[in-house]
């Protein structure tokens, strides 16, 4: 049997690898190493058209940026993390407001 080797599915695992990392160091990190976490996860969603996780990732550096949100920090997580399963390329502004809308539900906002 003949297996065909996803290259998308690696940079997937990568992703997810990321996001999983970086919530687990969650607790010793100081916030410019989650900062910088977040952005590495956020440029590597951009160079490999993951969208979602893009938008996700760039919603948590503002909210990040702007005071913290340290106990939202593991709900944007674990939607980047969903949405790194999600479609790749472009995305159009109602899937965007659908998957932060989905951490807003998360949050219990």
Do not use: K
Request: aromatic letters at 4%; glycine letters at 8%.
């Amino acid at each position: 049997m003949l297996h065909h080797h996803d290259p998308n599915h690696d940079i997937q695992n990568r992703i997810t690898g990321q996001i999983g990392a970086l919530a687990e160091a969650l607790p010793h990190c100081a916030l410019t190493q989650i900062v910088q976490g977040i952005d590495d996860i956020r440029c590597l969603a951009r160079d490999n058209g993951f969208a979602a996780v893009e938008t996700l990732a760039s919603r948590l550096e503002s909210a990040v940026a702007a005071g913290g949100y340290r106990a939202a920090i593991l709900t944007y997580l674990d939607a980047m993390s969903d949405a790194a399963s999600a479609p790749r390329g472009p995305m159009a502004p109602a899937a965007q407001e659908a998957w932060l809308a989905s951490v807003a539900m998360r949050l219990g906002h």
